[in-house]
């Protein structure tokens, strides 16, 4: 079957404006990550749904950032009054496992968003 | 604070060679460590998982190692190609905490 989807797969904006991500996970799959990969930094966490359960916005890096996952599939990122450093390439994860601990993550193929 | 490092941050090596890409970790309780290839506009792809209570895993040419006790990882990988290049990706997950924590990657380069 097709694996995590991302759209768009490249997206440039101006300081200040407004951006959606979205990730479609591998059908039937309860978890869903969102991640956020720097120039040179490794992986950063900033959201994690699992079913219907509260999601962990623990690494979430400011309010400006928000998530929501509709119908337990598709899953959008907003970054709101984008800044430069929200330049990254951002990337999503879906699990087929209710054990966080132990699950293997499928990866999608990145948007990568660039704040001029 | 629990870190992830890899050195080197990029390798390139001529075909036909064997290599080790490092990665180090702060902290000895973990509970399992992963490598990833990540290739340009792709997704991240799992290559080998080691478990606490392992010291290795093989999978084809790839040979994955765990020192716990000195924080560390080694990933071999024999007789090299150039369809190997990619960026190698460490990440732990430790006893405190559910994420992951991966290191920034090696950039491998592969010349045929």
């Known amino acids: 079957g097709a694996g995590v989807s991302q759209s768009p797969s490249n997206k440039v904006t101006e300081k200040g404006k407004d951006v959606e991500l979205r990730c479609d996970p591998i059908?039937?799959?309860?978890?869903l990550y969102w991640y956020r990969q720097s120039l040179g930094q490794g992986l950063e966490f900033l959201i994690y749904f699992q079913g219907n359960s509260a999601p962990d916005k623990s690494g979430l890096p400011s309010d400006r950032f928000s998530a929501e996952r509709t119908g337990g599939s598709v899953s959008t990122l907003t970054i709101q009054r984008t800044q430069q450093e929200d330049s990254a390439v951002y990337l999503c994860a879906s699990s087929s496992s209710g054990q966080r601990i132990t699950d293997t993550q499928y990866f999608g193929p990145g948007t990568r968003l660039t704040v001029l | 604070k629990q870190e992830v490092t890899q050195i080197p941050a990029a390798l390139s090596v001529p075909e036909g060679e064997n290599l080790v890409l490092n990665c180090s970790f702060t902290d000895s309780a973990i509970y399992n460590l992963q490598w990833f290839r990540q290739d340009p506009g792709k997704g991240l792809t799992s290559l080998l998982l080691?478990?606490?209570?392992?010291r290795e895993q093989t999978s084809g040419r790839l040979n994955a190692s765990l020192d716990k006790s000195s924080g560390r990882s080694t990933l071999y990988i024999a007789a090299s190609q150039p369809g190997d290049s990619a960026t190698y990706l460490c990440a732990v997950k430790f006893n405190y905490g559910q994420n992951f924590v991966f290191g920034p990657g090696t950039r491998l380069s592969v010349l045929p």
């Open positions: 080691i478990q606490s209570s392992q």
């Open positions: 059908s039937g799959h309860t978890a």
